[in-house]
Antibody, heavy 113, light 109 residues
């Protein structure tokens, strides 16, 4: 069974940092592109970033470039998202996602003073 | 960043067939197709179909995806009450180097 389990969300002040993690199991993580996708309250889905199987290619949505960093550890089947300089508009549920196998349950990030 | 176009809402009766559409261009759907997701209110999205129109394990055969040029479609047969949800399409855009989403279609059964 495919499982993607996110953790690390919470309440943070504007300008602060958070690190999200995703533990993957049930599929070949090391041979799969991985993504972070977010959904602001009451809004649609927005892709945030992705990373190639070996980490050699990384892409970000324009609004997070220079502030967010995606990374992976294939030995631990783990995906991470380091989020710095957080803004109120980054408030959302963040999902770990694979376009062939499935999505996680999400972790809520709230940026507020 | 530019997105895909989906009708905001579709309404069908029990047991009927619904076909949801998603329009993009030659930089996204036209190249590699679209993935489809289902989201019930208050729940995370569920992957229904990958870009190559394959269903992940556990997804009902009532859901089938297809593509014609720059338009992707999701067909749901034998509509059930539990099919009432929001449906999103998504595709990789090679010009933007980004995944783009449609705004979602709310299906009412």
């Amino acid at each position: 069974e495919v499982q993607l389990v996110e953790s690390g969300g919470g309440l943070v002040q504007p300008g602060g940092s958070l690190r999200l993690s995703c533990a993957a199991s049930g599929f070949s993580f090391s041979t799969s592109w991985m993504n972070w996708v977010r959904q602001a309250p009451g809004k649609g889905l927005e892709w945030v970033a992705n990373i190639k199987e070996d980490g050699s290619e990384i892409y970000y949505v324009d609004s997070v470039k220079g502030r967010f960093t995606i990374s992976r550890d294939n030995a631990k089947n783990s995906l991470s998202l380091q989020m710095d300089s957080l803004r109120a508009e980054d408030t959302a549920v963040y999902y770990c996602a694979n376009w062939n196998y499935g999505w996680g349950q999400g972790t809520l990030v709230t940026v507020s003073s | 960043q530019a997105g895909l176009t989906q009708p905001p809402s579709v309404s069908k009766g029990l047991g009927q067939t619904a076909t949801l559409t998603c329009t993009g261009d030659s930089n996204n759907i036209g190249l590699r197709g679209a993935a489809w997701l289902q989201q019930h209110q208050g729940h995370p999205p569920k992957l229904l179909s990958s870009r190559n129109n394959n269903r992940p394990s556990g997804i009902s055969e009532r859901f089938s995806a297809s593509r014609s040029r720059n338009t992707a479609s999701l067909t749901i047969t034998g509509l059930q009450p539990e099919d009432e949800a929001d449906y999103y399409c998504s595709a990789w855009d090679t010009r933007l180097s980004a995944w783009v989403f449609g705004g979602g279609t709310k299906l009412t059964v």
